[in-house]
């Protein structure tokens, strides 16, 4: 058994499982979604098994929050409209403050750090990433804003990333009244949130190319074992796993991609899905120029994580990429369900990370803080262990 962003699951894959709904041949990548996901499941039964598991992280989520320290909770909520999806609605964003904030009504310019849960983009809610949240104010000394975009399948492709978006363009548009500086965003998230803080950007600038929006400056993502390249199918990312069993068991990640990836035809290289397939120009204009880039021994999603980060990092996109491979964890660790005290490595791990976005704040730049040039090994060698710090930069 293990635990999956708060959730206890089988380890077991069950093969046939795993090939029930696999399309295509073995050597064909997937372009549409029905290639990942075969006929169209039932949106209703995709719903009620949702529903289930949303339950069971209900739990699981509980006994993440009792470990010591205890995180803290938000300290007021904005319910917004949805304005860039066709799918018309609201969501609510939850606001995290810094001591200062509280205690000096008067200060402003305050940054900001847009943050989006993880789930498959099916499961979760924007108080699943509390314990970050408390890095976020103690470390890098700035507001911490949480959101609770919609889930999958009720709320399928894009509309998850054009809540991301929307997130962002209310803090821009309402920094003055909320005290922040627009021109010291970042984003961040975990897992499907990973994709998200990397992906919502993209489609921000795609927004601005048709629409006014105020001057804004997004400084830099923490992105955290995200997935970025829908074109894999879900068998070559277990068979390229260092621990298969110990990925993602094939009930959620059907689940997940039936979920999400609707209607049948759509394109899977599309950038505000697979931020892996854009264009280089694309990464260029929309992305910031400080990508904090984390990724899971044990997890599926490691290689095409490395991939990305390595590709960010050399030209023609030269971002400054800090780049962190985590021995000995598998995918969504950070999340798990032990009322004792917190997962291993999380907090040193989020410290650390929460240390650089405040430097980025402060300096405006990262070549004073991402001194050391990322240098990721070849492909064959991925996967073998680093040293016990968790740092997989030289």
């Given at each position: 058994?293990?635990?999956v962003?708060?959730?206890p ?9 795993d090939l029930a709904?696999?399309?295509l041949?073995?050597d064909?990548k ?9 006929a169209?499941?039932?949106r209703f039964?995709l719903?009620?098994?949702a529903g289930?598991?949303r ?10 929050y009792?470990a010591?320290p205890?995180?803290p ?10 304005t ?6 609201q969501?609510?964003?939850q606001f995290?403050?810094?001591e200062?904030y509280?205690k000096?009504p008067?200060s402003d310019?305050w940054p900001?750090v847009v943050?989006f ?10 108080s699943?990433?509390?314990?970050f949240?408390r890095f976020?104010l103690e470390k890098?000394?700035?507001v911490?804003?949480?959101?609770d975009?919609r889930?999958?399948p009720e709320f399928?492709?894009?509309?998850a990333?054009d809540d991301g978006?929307?997130a962002?363009l209310?803090?821009?548009?309402n920094a003055?009244e ?14 499907a949130g ?6 919502a950007?993209?489609?921000l600038f795609?927004?601005?190319?048709t629409?006014?929006?105020?001057e804004?400056?997004i400084v830099a ?8 390249d829908y ?9 390229s796993?260092?621990?298969?069993e110990?990925t993602l068991?094939?009930?959620l990640t ?5 979920s ?11 950038p505000?899905?697979s931020p ?7 990464l260029i204009?929309s992305l910031p ?6 990724t899971?021994e ?11 980060a ?9 971002k400054n990429v800090?780049?962190t491979?985590?021995?000995g964890?598998?995918h ?12 291993h490595?999380s907090e040193?791990?989020y410290?650390?990370c929460?240390r650089?976005?405040?430097s980025?704040f402060e ?7 991402l001194?050391i040039p990322?240098?990721l ?5 991925l996967l073998h262990?680093k040293a016990k710090d968790?740092s997989a930069?030289?």
């Amino acid at each position: 058994m293990q635990t999956v962003e708060g959730i206890p699951v089988p380890t077991k894959s069950n093969p046939e499982e795993d090939l029930a709904n696999a399309q295509l041949p073995p050597d064909k990548k997937p372009k549409k979604a029905k290639d990942k996901t075969g006929a169209p499941p039932s949106r209703f039964s995709l719903r009620m098994t949702a529903g289930w598991w949303r339950s069971l992280q209900c739990i699981g989520m509980s006994l993440h929050y009792l470990a010591p320290p205890r995180p803290p909770n938000p300290d007021f909520i904005k319910t917004i409209p949805s304005t860039l999806s066709e799918q018309k609605g609201q969501f609510n964003l939850q606001f995290y403050l810094p001591e200062g904030y509280t205690k000096d009504p008067t200060s402003d310019k305050w940054p900001v750090v847009v943050n989006f849960h993880g789930g498959g983009f099916t499961l979760g809610s924007a108080s699943d990433d509390a314990r970050f949240a408390r890095f976020v104010l103690e470390k890098s000394h700035a507001v911490f804003v949480s959101v609770d975009y919609r889930l999958a399948p009720e709320f399928p492709f894009p509309t998850a990333v054009d809540d991301g978006a929307d997130a962002i363009l209310y803090v821009i548009k309402n920094a003055e009244e909320l005290r922040l500086d627009r021109n010291r965003i970042a984003t961040s998230g975990f897992s499907a949130g990973g994709n998200i803080a990397l992906t919502a950007p993209i489609r921000l600038f795609e927004h601005r190319k048709t629409a006014e929006v105020p001057e804004y400056r997004i400084v830099a993502t923490a992105t955290w074992y995200p997935i970025t390249d829908y074109t894999l199918t879900r068998a070559e990312r277990r068979a390229s796993a260092l621990r298969p069993e110990a990925t993602l068991p094939p009930a959620l990640t059907n689940l997940f991609d039936a979920s999400y990836l609707f209607p049948p035809e759509l394109d899977l290289a599309h950038p505000f899905l697979s931020p892996s397939r854009a264009s280089d120009e694309v990464l260029i204009e929309s992305l910031p120029q400080n990508v904090l880039f984390y990724t899971c021994e044990w997890d599926m999603l490691l290689r095409e994580g490395e991939q990305l980060a390595q590709r960010l990092q050399k030209p023609p996109i030269s971002k400054n990429v800090y780049y962190t491979m985590i021995p000995g964890v598998a995918h969504g660790w950070d999340k798990g369900p032990n009322p004792m005290k917190p997962p291993h490595k999380s907090e040193k791990l989020y410290g650390e990370c929460c240390r650089r976005l405040r430097s980025i704040f402060e300096d405006g730049e990262a070549h004073s803080i991402l001194h050391i040039p990322l240098k990721l090994p070849a492909l064959p060698t991925l996967l073998h262990p680093k040293a016990k710090d968790g740092s997989a930069s030289e």
